[in-house]
């Protein structure tokens, strides 16, 4: 499984922004599909997952403010990030799982401005 993560950027606090995951590969083993962030300092942190019922589920942290989806006919994924706070700025992770592996897409950066 191959994952590409895209639409980071640098936007003010209270802003938006929508970061996708582009997935190829052995996708139909696939499990769950997930956002993970880790700031400077910090450990890599669980954003959000959905999996293929689909159910989501999301950080504290970021509850009411992300949504997580996929579009299964583009084996795409996406996080919508709406009121953004100086606190989401990270690098993204998209990652993807199965029965026996985690596969992780290289991160994008959010920074997100006071």
């Known amino acids: 499984v191959q994952l590409q993560a895209s639409g980071g950027g640098l936007v003010q606090a209270g802003g938006s922004l929508r970061l996708s995951c582009a997935a190829s590969?052995?996708?139909?083993?696939?499990?769950?599909m997930g956002w993970y962030r880790q700031a400077p300092g910090k450990q890599r942190e669980l954003v959000a997952f959905?999996?293929?019922?689909?159910?989501?589920n999301y950080a504290d942290s970021v509850k009411g403010r992300f949504t997580i989806s996929r579009d299964n006919t583009k084996n795409t994924m996406y996080l919508q990030m709406n009121s953004l706070k100086p606190e989401d700025t990270a690098v993204y992770y998209c990652?993807?799982?199965?029965?026996?592996?985690?596969?992780w897409g290289k991160g994008t950066q959010v920074t997100v401005s006071s």
């Open positions: 959905i999996t293929p019922s689909p159910t989501t």
């Open positions: 990652a993807a799982g199965d029965i026996s592996s985690t596969y």
């Open positions: 590969g052995s996708i139909f083993s696939i499990k769950f």
